[in-house]
């Protein structure tokens, strides 16, 4: 295994990673840079994994986490170094009908966040959906699906797992996007079979709509990502990164240590009347706030013990592990560097 795949499995291992308040912090699952030479998954041989300023679908090969590179329509997605988020490139999606999409390795069948930097041209038009791969094509197996109009708005699809076509519940935001401005977009996703539902974040603000926006379809699990773009002046994305949260979770458990305790009760005391993600107080199931259903959560579960519980490695301990794997190659160190 070479030096950079060992660092990489060592980073997306299904650890309890912590903030520095505590709250917890889900493992990488896969990301796409878009990027040749410098930013996310940047790599040494020339025009890889991206050839900047060249069609998209094929691209994207050896990027750890995904099961394949992009699928879609030769010449109407494209790479281009003009305008970038991070790295030396970004997705740019042309205004013709297309759909482009991706698989990943793992199916996710639990809580999972998708985060990623999206602009448009003023009259830009574009959508974002999360499925399962087998049946990609059907409405049934979409889960999370939100757009930006070309007036400005921003909404998402409360589904009701109904597999809505043209009678779907759509929510206006509030939240307006700019034209030739990079906004950030992270959907936090349960995918368990109790919840099946979705938080939207704009620019690090969630849209906490008065029920749970529920899934289009009714899938088991979702392992694809796909981008559409039907009308208006297209769209451009970067930074596209999928973080897990470990499983099993413990209802009441805000920190992961498989069990409910009085330091979940603090961390809910701490935090109550906090939205956001990774809140220490946002006992599990996560909902990106913390009030009296969190207080409840820990205490119906309090004194309980997750029977899946493992003893977590210390902080010297992950420390030391990363040393030992960075001192196996001195390309490492560079390569830690642009994470």
């Not at 909404?155 to 401005?181: A, H, K, M, Q, Y």
């Not at 368990?192 to 603000?205: E, I, L, T």
């Amino acid at each position: 295994m070479s030096c950079r795949s060992q660092l990489i499995a060592l980073l997306v291992l299904p650890l309890f990673l912590r903030s520095a308040d505590g709250a917890l912090i889900p493992s990488l699952v896969a990301a796409a840079g878009f990027n040749d030479a410098a930013g996310i998954n940047q790599n040494q041989p020339i025009d890889s994994p991206y050839v900047l300023n060249d069609s998209l679908p094929g691209r994207g090969a050896g990027e750890p986490g995904w099961a394949r590179t992009w699928t879609g329509s030769l010449n109407r997605q494209l790479v281009t170094s003009e305008t970038v988020h991070e790295g030396d490139g970004a997705a740019r999606f042309l205004s013709d009908p297309t759909v482009l999409s991706r698989a990943l390795s793992a199916a996710q069948s639990g809580p999972f966040i998708v985060d990623q930097y999206v602009r448009a041209p003023a009259g830009g038009f574009g959508a974002f959906f999360l499925a399962r791969e087998a049946n990609s094509g059907a409405i049934a197996t979409q889960g999370p699906f939100w757009r930006w109009d070309a007036n400005g708005n921003v909404v998402v699809l409360d589904g009701e797992f109904n597999s809505c076509t043209s009678n779907c519940i759509v929510e206006d935001t509030g939240f307006n996007w700019t034209p030739d401005t990079w906004h950030r977009v992270t959907l936090y996703v349960d995918a368990s079979a109790d919840r099946r539902d979705y938080v939207f974040f704009f620019d690090g603000q969630p849209y906490l709509s008065n029920d749970r926006l529920q899934f289009r379809g009714n899938p088991n699990d979702m392992d694809r990502v796909g981008y559409i773009v039907d009308r208006g002046n297209g769209f451009f994305v970067d930074a596209l990164e999928i973080r897990a949260f470990a499983a099993p979770q413990l209802f009441g458990d805000t920190d992961g240590n498989g069990k409910v305790d009085v330091a979940d009760l603090n961390n809910v005391r701490n935090q109550f009347g906090e939205t956001g993600l990774y809140l220490a107080g946002d006992a599990y199931p996560f909902d990106v706030r913390v009030d009296v259903r969190d207080l409840n959560l820990v205490r119906n579960s309090f004194g309980q013990t997750s029977p899946a519980a493992v003893p977590e490695p210390g902080g010297f301990a992950l420390a030391t592990i990363a040393l030992l794997t960075i001192s196996r190659c001195g390309k490492c160190r560079s390569y830690l560097s642009r994470i």
